[in-house]
């Protein structure tokens, strides 16, 4: 057993009420991440993946249960340390890109640059992203309606890597993606897990999958 996991979930149940009644999206659920793993979550659509991603990404609390990061409970934390968590220290690629469509590409991945500095990016960091993501100029300036999937999610790669996270969250990351754009995402991801970077990525894609060192399987909220 781990005893300083990076990540630590302890009975972290997720329960939606609808008028139909609760939907239990996680039931239970513990496990740990080490500081430089590459996790993959797998299973049936609706077994709760991007649940699990959300509270990990502490984009939403659970219903009950705790998660730690870095030893630290998530649910003594206060609104501006877990804005701060959010902002710094994780990354996240949505399962729907959620780039901002009124603003260009190259506003979208300088946008948390922005909330974290409080300034325009002046170091050339933005342009290098979308350099390594494979954006030129003349697309940095196009909105995202304006770009094909596999672009968005480039931009969205690189969105997610602009404050230097240290723990990088994506669902479905190639999702909707050609196998040659799909391959290029995944050695982008599989390199920041070699340079340090601790990822846990959901996909239904075997192939995808394999790129991890390990995978978890979902069914019904609970790991199998
Ligand atoms: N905001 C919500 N309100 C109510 N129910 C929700 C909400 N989000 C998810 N659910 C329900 O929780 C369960 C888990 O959903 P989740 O999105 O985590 O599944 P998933 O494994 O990511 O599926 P997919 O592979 O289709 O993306 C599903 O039954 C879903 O209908
Ligand atoms: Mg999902």
């Known amino acids: 057993m781990d005893e300083n996991p990076l990540i630590e979930l302890r009975e972290v149940t997720k329960i939606y009420p609808l008028p139909s009644g609760d939907v239990i999206a996680l039931d239970q659920v513990s496990f740990t991440v080490r500081e430089g793993e590459f996790v993959a979550i797998m299973g049936p659509s609706g077994s ?131 196998s040659v754009t799909g391959h290029q995402i995944m050695e982008m991801i599989t390199d920041l897990n070699r340079k340090g970077r601790t990822i846990l990525m959901v996909t239904h894609d075997q192939a995808v999958a394999e790129y991890s060192a390990r995978t978890i399987v979902m069914r019904d909220g609970r790991i199998v």
């Open 48 to 178: 709760g993946k991007s649940t699990l991603l959300n509270q990990l990404g502490c984009l939403d609390r659970p219903t009950s249960g705790d998660l730690y990061i870095k030893g630290k409970n998530t649910r003594e934390m206060n609104d501006r340390e877990l804005t701060d968590l959010r902002l710094n220290t994780i990354g996240y690629i949505f399962q729907r890109f959620n780039l901002i469509p009124l603003l260009s590409a190259y506003e979208n991945v300088e946008y948390p640059f922005l909330m974290k500095n409080r300034k325009p990016d002046d170091t050339g960091r933005v342009d290098l992203l979308l350099g390594l993501v494979g954006i030129d100029r003349a697309l940095a300036a196009h909105k995202p309606p304006e770009l094909s999937g596999g672009q968005q999610q480039r931009v969205a790669v690189a969105r997610a890597l602009v404050n230097e996270p240290s723990i990088l969250l994506c669902d479905e990351p190639t999702g909707n993606l050609d």
